[in-house]
C-alpha cells in the first residue's frame, strides 16, 4: 500500500496497555496500538491468541480489567453505547435474517440504529445499485451466494456511516476471486475514510493491509505495515513473518 | 471388520463426550421411571376428609375414626355447617366431605338404615370417583361390622348412601384437562418458542450483530419476546373461549381476574425461556432442555392428571418449583370453583416470587454472556 500523509489524520483507535483478565488467566496482556482514520489494520493472531477478547472490548461488549482504550474518541469504560453507535461489525456468518427478504434485513438493521424510514429507503436504493443487487431487493437472503451475502453483510454494517468497522474474519469459506473483489470493497470504503479493523487467517490479506498486529498469547508481539514486518523478520511474505513468530513463542514456552 | 469396529468405537466416543447427550441417556429413563412409576397413580392416598355430625355419639366416632385410621384419608375434624364445609372445600382444606343426617344413629339402630352424604372434590374427575369408592367400602366394612352381632340384616337395610360432587357435578373429565392444557400450551409456547427463537439467533450469529449494535440487553430481549408474550395471550383467550362455546366449561369466578393470572404465569414462561436459551448454545439443546426440563414436570408434577397429595415425598417437595402447580390451583379456584382472590393469594405470591427471581436470573445471565 502507499503510504498515507498520516501526520495531518487524526487517531479513531487509541489503545494503552489494555489488559483483560478471567480469573487466573490473562487473555489479552497489556496491548498498546493505534489507528487512524481511513487505515485498515489486520488484526491477526492464532485461535485463542486473544483477538476476539481484544475486539470484544474495542466493541463495547466486554468491560477491560486494566488499561486504556478509546474508539471513536469514546472511552471504552464509560462511553460503550456511544462506542456501539459509531462502529459498524460483521461477522464471520456474514449474519443476515435468512428468513427475510434482502430489503427487509437493510430495514431492520438500520432501524436497529435509529435511521429513519426515509433515510432507510434512500440508503437501500444506492446501496443496491452499487452492489447490483436491485434484482434481488425482494428476494430472501436463504436464496443467495455467499459471495453476494458477504457484500451485503458488510454494506449493511456501513449503513448508519460508522468511523470504523470491524471484521471478524469476513473472507471466511469464500473462494479467491470473490475475496478479492472483497478486498476492492475495503479499499473503497477505507478510501472514503472509514476505518477498517479486520481479523483475518489469511496471510495474502494481511498484505493488503495499512498496518498489521500479530497477537500471540494476549500479547501483541509484531506491529507495523507488512514491509517493515518483513524486514525485521528477515523474511520475504507475511506468511513467514507469522510462523516465525509462533515457532519463536512454541520454543519459549 | 477392523473398519467396522473403529466406526463403532468412534460413535461411542461421540456418545461418553457429549454428557448432554449422556444425560439424556441415562438420566431420562431414570427419571421417566421414577415419575412414572411413583406419580402416576389415580390411586390416592392422605385426602383431607371433613365430617358434619350432628350426632358425635360412638356410632359416628367408630365411622370416623374408621375413615381417618385408613391410609387414604386424614381428618380435618368436625365442621358445623354445611356453610363451613362449603368454605373447606373452596380453599381447598378438604377435598371430601361425610355429612351424617341428624339422627343417624338413632335410625340405624332403630330401623337399621340411615343415611350418608359424602360429598367429593369433582375437579378432578378421576380422583373423585377413587375417593368415592374408597369411602365406600369403609362404610360397608363398618356397616358389616356393625350389624354382625344383630340379626343378619334385610336387603333394604343399611347405610344409604348419597354421593354427590361438588364443582364438577357430572364428573366431566374436560373440566380437569382444560387448565391442564392451558398451563401446558402457555410452557410450550412461552418457554419452547422464546428459548429457541433466541438460540436460533445465536446459531445464525446475527445474536452477536445485535449485541454490538446499540440495542441495549433488556430492548433485546424484550424485543424477542413481546412476540409470544402476545402469542400466547392469544393462545389462552382462543382455548378459554373455546372450552366455554364447545366444551361449556364455566368460568364461574373473575374472568379478569383469570387472564390477569395467565399473563403473570406467561411472564414466568417467558422467564424460564430466556433462562434456558442463555444457558444453550443450539436450537436443539434448548428443545431438549424444554421438553425434558418443563413439559414433563408441567405434566406429571402439577397436578395436571395424577394427584400431587398421593405421591412420594420427595415428589410432593419437588412440585413445589413447578410452577404451574401454583397456576393450576389458582385458575381451577377461580373456573370450576368460582372463588375469589382472597383464596389464592398465597399460591399468586408464590408465582410472583417465583416470575421476579426467575427473570432476574435469566436477564442476568443474558448479560453475563456479554461479559
Redesign the interface.
Known amino acids: 500500500m502507499a503510504a498515507k500523509d498520516s501526520s495531518t489524520e487524526r487517531v479513531v483507535i487509541d489503545v494503552r496497555d489494555l489488559t483483560r483478565r478471567f480469573g487466573d488467566f490473562t487473555a489479552v496482556d497489556s496491548i498498546s496500538f493505534s489507528v487512524k482514520r481511513g487505515e485498515i489494520l489486520g488484526f491477526l493472531g492464532a485461535n485463542g491468541a486473544g483477538k476476539t477478547t481484544a475486539i470484544r472490548m474495542l466493541t463495547g461488549l466486554l468491560e477491560p480489567s486494566s488499561g486504556d482504550a478509546t474508539v471513536a474518541g469514546f472511552d471504552v469504560y464509560r462511553q460503550r453505547e456511544a462506542i456501539k453507535k459509531n462502529i459498524g461489525y460483521m461477522s464471520q456468518k456474514f449474519s443476515l435474517y435468512e428468513d427475510l427478504t434482502v430489503f427487509e434485513n437493510i430495514r431492520f438493521y438500520g432501524g436497529v440504529y435509529g435511521l429513519t424510514r426515509a433515510t432507510i429507503k434512500s440508503k437501500s436504493d444506492e446501496l443496491l445499485e452499487r452492489l447490483g443487487l436491485q434484482h434481488a431487493r425482494d428476494h430472501r437472503i436463504s436464496g443467495l451466494p455467499l459471495g453476494w451475502r458477504q457484500k451485503l453483510a458488510f454494506s449493511v454494517a456501513l449503513l448508519h456511516e460508522p468511523e470504523i468497522v470491524f471484521l471478524d474474519e469476513p473472507t471466511g469459506g469464500v473462494d479467491p476471486v470473490t475475496r478479492r473483489q472483497f478486498w476492492d470493497l475495503i479499499y473503497e470504503t477505507a478510501a472514503n475514510g472509514v476505518t477498517v479493523f479486520a481479523t483475518t487467517h489469511y496471510m495474502d490479506e494481511a498484505e493488503y493491509c495499512d498496518r498489521v498486529s500479530i497477537m500471540v498469547d494476549g500479547r501483541i508481539e509484531a506491529y507495523g505495515t507488512p514491509n517493515a514486518l518483513k524486514n525485521q523478520f528477515e523474511v520475504s511474505s507475511m506468511d513467514d513473518v507469522f510462523i516465525r513468530l509462533a515457532r519463536s513463542t512454541s520454543q519459549s514456552s | 471388520m477392523g473398519s467396522f469396529r473403529g466406526f463403532i468405537v468412534k460413535e461411542f466416543h461421540h456418545i461418553f463426550r457429549d454428557y448432554r447427550t449422556l444425560v439424556i441417556l441415562f438420566g431420562m429413563p431414570v427419571i421417566q421411571l421414577i415419575l412414572f412409576g411413583y406419580a402416576i397413580r389415580n390411586e390416592v392416598s392422605d385426602i383431607q376428609v371433613g365430617f358434619l355430625d350432628p350426632v358425635r355419639d360412638e356410632l359416628t366416632m367408630d365411622l370416623k375414626t374408621r375413615i381417618d385410621a385408613s391410609s387414604y384419608f386424614i381428618s380435618k375434624g368436625d365442621y358445623d355447617t354445611l356453610d363451613d364445609i362449603e368454605r373447606a372445600f373452596q380453599d381447598g382444606t378438604i377435598r371430601e366431605a361425610v355429612v351424617f343426617e341428624p339422627d343417624f344413629s338413632h335410625k340405624l339402630r332403630h330401623d337399621g338404615s340411615a343415611s350418608l352424604s359424602v360429598i367429593a372434590d369433582g375437579t378432578n374427575p378421576n380422583i373423585a370417583n377413587t375417593m368415592n369408592a374408597y369411602t365406600l367400602v369403609i362404610v360397608r366394612d363398618f356397616q358389616r361390622d356393625l350389624l354382625a352381632d344383630d340379626t343378619p340384616a334385610p336387603a333394604e337395610r343399611g347405610i344409604v348412601i348419597d354421593s354427590r360432587m361438588r364443582f364438577n357435578p357430572e364428573l366431566k373429565s374436560i373440566f380437569l384437562f382444560v387448565p391442564g392444557l392451558i398451563a401446558l400450551i402457555l410452557m410450550l409456547v412461552s418457554a419452547l418458542m422464546t428459548s429457541i427463537t433466541i438460540t436460533r439467533e445465536k446459531e445464525?450469529?446475527?445474536m452477536?450483530?445485535?449485541?454490538?449494535?446499540?440495542?441495549?440487553p433488556i430492548q433485546i430481549i424484550v424485543g424477542k419476546v413481546l412476540p409470544y408474550f402476545l402469542l400466547s395471550f392469544i393462545n389462552v383467550s382462543t382455548i378459554l373461549v373455546l372450552a366455554r362455546l364447545v366444551f361449556h366449561i364455566p368460568i364461574r369466578g373473575s374472568v379478569l381476574l383469570l387472564l390477569a393470572e395467565c399473563l403473570l404465569f406467561i411472564l414466568c414462561a417467558l422467564s424460564l425461556g430466556i433462562l434456558i436459551s442463555a444457558k444453550s448454545k443450539t436450537q436443539q439443546t434448548a428443545t431438549m432442555i424444554s421438553l425434558s426440563g418443563l413439559l414433563l414436570p408441567t405434566i406429571i408434577l402439577s397436578g395436571f392428571i395424577f394427584p400431587i397429595d398421593s405421591m412420594p415425598k420427595i415428589l410432593q417437595v419437588i412440585s413445589h418449583i413447578v410452577p404451574a402447580k401454583w397456576f393450576l390451583i389458582i385458575i381451577r379456584g377461580i373456573m370450576l370453583k368460582g372463588v375469589g382472590f382472597e383464596y389464592f393469594w398465597k399460591e399468586t405470591l408464590i408465582l410472583a416470587f417465583m416470575t421476579a427471581v426467575l427473570m432476574t436470573a435469566s436477564i442476568r445471565s443474558f448479560k453475563i454472556r456479554?461479559?
Open positions: 445464525l450469529g446475527t452477536e450483530i445485535l449485541l454490538v449494535s446499540p440495542l441495549k456479554l461479559d
